[in-house]
């Protein structure tokens, strides 16, 4: 069966491909008037919410945004036309500058003497064996010697009236028809945008209806906004390099700032093609090469500004798409439509990751094409513990900490990777070997975090990884453990102030004591000093030689809810063990229930329970009994500062 359906999908695939090549005719005009209305929809928003009729407002926006085109189609034809009159002049100073860069060479150069040679050797090479003697004139009638041909010329009639029309017609009809259809379709939609919607959502067989209806629209008016921001950009762009060029005196400014404006679109290269045109023309109506310095210096010092101080400040962090995505889609829809689709390429591959964000059978779209990672923060985490790479995962870790605190990075990534571990581990899909291994990466990456401050980061600081910012996005600022206050030895109570005054004990498993290593590191971080024991330390014979100097709290911790017996016997030996001690029940379990988690503590007989690394640390700090006046309290600027 999966045979099957992965042969349907290739079959539907090819079928898909072949309609939007040779439908290219019909699907160019349909995508560039979905790209024109995403970029006239907030303008028609504007006008309806000055009580303008719908459909006056659509019609009025299509019209004068038509009109423009135009305007500028009128434009580039008449720059078009002066620059073809213009060069003819400019081959005498072409030729002018290829001859005095041959005369710089030192005579005739080795590779030009070595070209006269192959040319030479290639002629007699091609030369016949016996080459037949030249004819000989004065031959006498009745000889061999064949007559010379006869010229024969063919005429065609002159063309009628009708004929004559019809040539001059013949080229302007595509270009009118495909206009005609994208004006029809670009008020069909603008129309018809909620029916266009409902429809799209019945196709698209989504069973709640409201959250897609939502997500539609707000996808939509974020690709409007999107479009028409990269269209007053780019066009922004046209005009600086069309004024930089007029101002450095290249002929048809104009129509290079349009083209500028309009390949600008394309990444990566586009502005690269912009500035070769300008660049050649200067280059020929120039006797010296001031003004092609000058047209360079423009492009490298426009494009860099625009691209990497403007757009970002403009669109965000990023407009959703992969740098592979953008090569791959203006690769796809340049091989399917040519260079229109080299222009469209970008846009519509937004649109497709936008749907794929928010349509559930789409979702693929967004795995192949967006820029977010295609796992999540914790299947990151866990998938570098399996591979035993602590270092890359400490590294994404550190970039994380840049805008949220260490403690949040344990408890929604870190404790998350764990829980997939366990989920694995108890359906028998890791063995020992791997088992070790993982908590001996977690034991690494602990260490890696342990000159980490866990104060929260100056706001100024963010992170431009995208793994690292798919992982805080998730994250409120104000989260209940963002925030932990820290505690100075010197304040503590006197059966806390011992070497370890925190015993943090695994559970079951050695993703138990995976766990423990990070609360332990962080309960260190935050002036409680800890140390971690592992399973075995539980058992009848090992407890009772288990060091205890100077432990005032015990922290039992388990990744699994179905170990309550395991739970209730592991307490009785540690509260045999330390009857004084405070007990903390860490049940570290994905959507555990508060009511079950209260019957396993209370079945367990622990003084305190709790569901993750961050609330066990902020018990641990409570049961200290040190006033908030005596705490120190975390800093914006990495400081820290007496509570009020």
């Known amino acids: 069966m999966a045979l099957l359906g992965a042969v349907a999908t290739a079959v539907l695939t090819v079928i898909i491909i072949s309609m939007l090549y040779f439908g290219r005719d019909i699907f160019v005009p349909v995508a560039l008037a979905i790209l024109l209305s995403f970029v006239l929809a907030p303008l028609v928003g504007i006008l309806q919410r000055i009580h303008v009729p719908r459909g006056l407002a659509v019609v009025s926006v299509v019209v004068v945004a038509f009109m423009l085109i135009f305007a500028i189609g009128s434009l580039l034809a008449t720059q078009l036309t002066q620059l073809a009159g213009d060069l003819p002049r400019y081959q005498s100073t072409i030729s002018d500058k290829i001859q005095a860069f041959r005369d710089t060479k030192a005579g005739r150069g080795t590779l030009e003497r070595a070209s006269d040679m192959l040319k030479d050797l290639s002629k007699e090479l091609d030369r016949p064996k016996d080459a037949p003697p030249p004819p000989r004139t004065g031959m006498v009638a009745g000889s061999n010697a064949s007559a010379p041909p006869v010229p024969v010329e063919v005429r065609q009639p002159d063309p009628g009236a009708l004929e004559s029309l019809r040539t001059l017609i013949?080229?302007?009809?595509?270009?009118?028809?495909?206009?005609?259809i994208i004006i029809i379709f670009v008020i069909f939609i603008l129309i018809q945008r909620e029916d266009l919607r409902n429809r799209f959502i019945r196709l698209a067989g989504s069973s709640d209806l409201q959250r897609t209806t939502a997500a539609l629209d707000d996808a939509a008016s974020r690709l409007s906004k999107l479009f028409l921001t990269q269209l007053l950009l780019n066009g922004a762009f046209g005009v600086v390099i069309g004024t930089g060029l007029w101002v450095i005196g290249i002929p048809s400014a104009i129509l290079w700032g349009i083209l500028a404006a309009a390949l600008r679109f394309v990444p990566y290269v586009g502005a690269v093609i912009a500035a070769a045109f300008p660049l050649a023309l200067a280059v020929a109506i120039d006797p010296g090469w001031s003004m092609l310095l000058w047209t360079l210096a423009l492009f490298l010092v426009v494009e860099p500004i625009v691209g990497h101080v403007v757009e970002p400040m403009v669109y965000g962090r990023s407009t959703g798409l992969s740098p592979v995505a953008v090569v791959a889609s203006a690769t796809f829809w340049t091989a399917l439509w040519g260079p229109i689709g080299l222009v469209l390429a970008t846009p519509l591959t937004i649109c497709l990751v936008v749907l794929g964000r928010h349509v559930e059978r789409l979702e693929f779209l967004d795995v192949m094409f967006g820029d977010r990672p295609a796992l999540s923060p914790p299947e990151i985490f866990y998938q570098r513990m399996l591979a035993g790479d602590p270092t890359e995962a400490a590294e994404k870790a550190e970039e994380f900490l840049k805008e949220r605190s260490l403690a949040s990075y344990y408890d929604e990534v870190a404790l998350k990777g764990l829980q997939m571990a366990q989920a694995d581990a108890e359906r028998n899909a890791l063995d020992q070997e791997r088992l070790t291994k993982i908590r001996?990466?977690?034991?690494?990456?602990?260490?890696?975090?342990?000159?980490?401050?866990?104060?929260?980061?100056?706001?100024?600081?963010?992170?431009?990884?995208?793994?690292?910012s798919s992982a805080v996005e998730g994250i409120a600022e104000n989260a209940a453990n963002e925030h932990l206050p820290y505690l100075r030895k010197e304040t503590l109570p006197p059966d806390w102030q011992g070497e370890h005054p925190v015993l943090c004990v695994a559970g079951r498993t050695l993703i138990d004591e995976a766990a423990a290593i990070m609360l332990a590191q962080l309960s260190t971080e935050h002036g409680l000093a800890a140390r971690v024991e592992g399973a075995a330390s539980l058992s009848t014979t090992n407890v009772f030689r288990l060091d205890t100097t100077g432990v005032a709290m015990v922290c039992l911790v388990y990744l699994d809810a179905h170990a309550a017996a395991h739970m209730r016997y592991s307490m009785r030996r540690l509260r045999r063990k330390l009857p004084k001690a405070t007990i903390i029940l860490g049940c570290w379990v994905k959507d555990v229930d508060p009511a079950a988690l209260e019957s396993l503590r209370e079945g367990a007989k622990a003084d305190l329970v709790a569901t993750s690394i961050g609330e066990a640390v902020r018990l641990c700090i409570d049961a200290t009994g040190v006033t908030e006046q005596q705490r120190e309290a975390p800093g914006q600027d990495g400081t820290t500062i007496a509570a009020a």
Not at 170 to 180: M, Q, R, V, W
Not at 442 to 466: I, N
């Open 440 to 468: 001996d990466a977690v034991s690494e990456f602990a260490a890696d975090l342990a000159e980490q401050d866990d104060r929260p980061p100056a706001k100024s600081s963010s992170t431009k990884d995208v793994e690292a």
């Open 170 to 180: 013949s080229p302007l009809i595509h270009p009118l028809a495909t206009t005609g």
